[in-house]
């Protein structure tokens, strides 16, 4: 199991694959916890990144990270 670290979300975001934008960012839920990229030109958001245990950071940066793979899909 990876060290928590502080800087856990410090993931740069992509600009948004759909418009472009680069204002771009990470919201969440915390009822139900789980976190998304989130456009806020043209509103596309996900992939949704579900915490397995709470971890609202981890869960972040994986969130980001799906953002980041669907901005730039690997060919
Ligand atoms: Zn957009």
Redesign the pocket.
């Known amino acids: 199991m990876a060290p928590r670290t502080d800087d856990a979300y410090a993931v740069a975001l992509q600009p948004?694959p759909?418009?472009g934008?680069s204002t771009v960012h990470i919201d969440g839920c915390d009822q139900v916890p789980h976190y998304w990229g989130q456009?806020d030109?043209?509103g596309?958001n996900g992939p949704s990144a579900y915490a397995p245990d709470g971890d609202q950071a981890m869960t972040e940066a994986l969130a980001a990270a799906l953002w980041n793979q669907r901005a730039s899909p690997v060919v």
Do not use: D, L, V
């Open positions: 948004c759909f418009c934008s456009c030109t043209c596309a």
